[in-house]
Nanobody, 121 residues
Framework: QVQLVESGGGLVQAGGSLRLSCAAS????????MGWFRQAPGKEREFVAV??????YYADSVKGRFTISRDNAQNTVYLQMNSLKPEDTAVYYC????????????????WGQGTQVTVSS
């Protein structure tokens, strides 16, 4: 069992930056693929980024602006978000997958409660 707790969300102006953190419980954190997803009001949850032990992959909409990283010693995954746009406004969720690298939410086994990111124009 893995418990995930996100933090770092907030209100920021367009062009600004935020760093999200996701703290995980459990001693097997390093074995999980970790992903970030987001969900805007009235929209489906969408993939943002995923990290294995060292490889990363991003949605086209955030590529070049967002960076996912992890610190296995701290059981934490991060999402550095730069050059934020109003369309980045959403609840951001981190998720853990045991079996495989994926951009599909259905692959992930554990989810955090989400943190709100609001970007004003």
């Amino acid at each position: 069992q893995v418990q995930l707790v996100e933090s770092g969300g907030g209100l920021v102006q367009a062009g600004g930056s935020l760093r999200l953190s996701c703290a995980a419980s459990g001693r097997t954190f390093s074995t999980y693929y970790m992903g970030w997803f987001r969900q805007a009001p009235g929209k489906e949850r969408e993939f943002v980024a995923v990290i294995s032990w060292s490889d990363t992959y991003y949605a086209d909409s955030v590529k070049g602006r967002f960076t996912i990283s992890r610190d296995n010693a701290q059981n934490t995954v991060y999402l550095q978000m730069n050059s934020l746009k109003p369309e980045d406004t959403a609840v951001y969720y981190c998720a853990a997958a045991r079996m495989k690298w994926s951009t599909s939410a259905s692959t992930y086994d554990y989810w955090g409660q989400g943190t709100q990111v609001t970007v004003s124009s």
